[in-house]
């Protein structure tokens, strides 16, 4: 039993020692993969910052560069330059979308400059438009403030005869309405004179004729006899521009008080001829005589 005994404990020795061999060569084993586990951390470390120094050389570099080009174009600076537009890659395809961007704001800022100076010259040709509007009405009150202050008739004609302006002693004349006004035709006048009975002419005849006279220019001076009696003198003078006024004068009583200065002087005439005594008138200055009736004559 002693003997069997010993000889299962020599092979359990055995055993143990061959256990402990293989755990130790498991030992040098784990030790060697630790080592060589070690070994590839530190080559993966290496790897990376040698990746992390490549990628922000070659990526992260570049596209800090297009963010400052961006962050300059975003402040106005239209005009700076997008770097890296010449690489094939995504930082290049990066770089001429920035650039295209760069364009855009470029052409947008020039829409909005040109847009004002548009609104510029708009309020500025609206404020000269005013002021040229302030200035017409100006003259034109003064015009038609002048042109109603004057004793005579009074209207402007263009060269087709249409009615440019006439003042309020040429409607009392012709008794026109309030209708006809600048813009009226001279025709429009005529017929109105004809329904209230003041004018018995042709009006083709007559507006030909002035037509005529404005075409040639010539200045003139004529009278026409109402239907109501009254006596009306005309001058007609041509304007700058081809247009026509014609002034118009009431010289009715004129004309009545010469026709009867005229029949008092024949009056006065053949009553110191046909006196029976002899009469000389004597101008006082000059002492030539101005008058000698027949019998003084004898």
């Known amino acids: 039993m002693r003997s069997k005994l010993n000889a299962d404990l020599e092979a359990l020795q055995r055993s143990y020692d061959k256990r402990a061999r293989e755990a130790d060569q498991l030992a040098d084993e784990n030790r060697y993969a630790a080592w060589y586990l070690f070994m590839l951390g530190l080559a993966a470390l290496v790897l990376a910052a040698i990746n992390v120094l490549v990628m922000r050389d070659s990526v992260v570099g570049r ?97 087709r005869a249409n009615v440019v302006a006439m003042n309020n002693n040429y409607r009392r004349i012709y008794n026109l309405p309030e209708t006809i006004r600048a813009g009226s035709t ?27 006279r404005i075409a040639r220019r010539e200045p003139t001076a004529y009278e026409i006899a109402l239907n109501d009696g009254r006596t009306i003198n005309i001058y007609e003078r041509p304007m700058d521009g081809g247009g026509w006024v014609s002034v118009h004068e009431d010289v009715t009583d004129l004309r009545h008080g010469q026709r009867m200065l005229e029949r008092t002087e024949r009056l006065l005439a053949t009553i110191v001829e046909n006196v029976h005594e002899g009469i000389i008138a004597k101008d006082a200055r000059s002492l030539r005589y101005l008058f000698v009736n027949r019998l003084r004559r004898r």
Not at 88 to 114: S, T
Request: proline fraction near 2%.
């Open 63 to 159: 596209l800090s560069d297009i963010a400052q080009a961006t962050d300059r174009i975003a402040a106005g600076d239209i005009k700076s330059e997008v770097p890296h537009l010449m690489r094939h890659d995504e930082i290049g395809h990066l770089a001429r979308n920035m650039q295209h961007f760069r364009d855009a704001m470029q052409k947008i800022l020039e829409l909005e400059q040109l847009e004002f100076n548009t609104a510029q010259q708009r309020d500025a040709a609206i404020t000269q438009r005013d002021q040229f509007n302030d200035k017409y009405q100006a003259k034109k009150w003064q015009l038609s403030a002048a042109i109603n202050s004057m004793p005579q008739g009074l209207i402007m004609l263009d060269g």
């Open 186 to 212: 001279l025709e429009k006048i005529l017929q109105h004179r004809i329904k209230s009975g003041l004018f018995s002419d042709d009006i083709a005849k007559h507006l030909a004729a002035i037509l005529d």
